[in-house]
């Protein structure tokens, strides 16, 4: 049997090719989440979560090709916010809030998350795997985009989405700004790097 896998079965949403905003739909999901604040380029914190949350991800897939459905492990993602929303546009990063996310198949549970998360701390005595949970997100209507290149030149996508279409869409924000990681930076140049940004959204 094929293993499921959340870039196939949600490829609107995982594999988009528009350059441009457009409306899309996004069913309620799963995933393990890790929370967190500062700069994703230099906390350890951060690096951290992230390997914690990987650890738990993995274990959630092993277990459940033993019971005799298996998955692949979704890329990595992002939540992103702040009290203070200039810190993005100033890109004052240590001030960021993130929700790090890994999509999980529809017929895990949350038991069977928790169970993971403790079968992972077991074997890697990471302390930071105490803090990964189950999640559940329900965007709904989002603008979404695919962006081409370095993580720090989104801005001109992200001001047109607030400054032209949002208001000419008659839209206002309803959740957090959401990152879906295509490639890995550290064998991806930077100007090759796919990144789906997502805002979920809702009538003015």
Partial sequence: MTPYDVKRELRSLYAPRNRD???????????????GVGDPNTSEDYADAVQA?????????????????????????GLWWSPTPEVFTTRAK???????????????????????????????????????RHETLN?????????????DDETPLLAALHDDYLPANDLTMTG?????????????????LRTVIRQPVATA
């Fill in 21 to 35: 905003w457009q409306l899309v739909e996004v069913p309620r999901q799963q995933f393990v989440a890790v929370d």
């Fill in 53 to 77: 949350l990987y650890a738990v991800a993995y274990t959630a897939k092993f277990t459940s090709r033993q019971a005799g459905r298996d998955f692949v492990v979704g890329p990595l993602e």
């Fill in 94 to 132: 240590h001030a960021w809030h993130w929700r790090m996310l890994i999509s999980q198949p529809p017929w895990l549970t949350q038991d069977d998350i928790t169970a993971a998360t403790d079968t992972a701390f077991a074997k890697k005595k990471l302390p930071a795997i105490t803090r990964v």
């Fill in 139 to 151: 965007e709904a209507t989002s603008a979404q985009v695919l962006h081409v290149g370095s993580y």
């Fill in 176 to 192: 957090h700004h959401h990152e879906i990681y295509l490639g890995d930076p550290r064998r991806v140049a930077a100007d090759k």
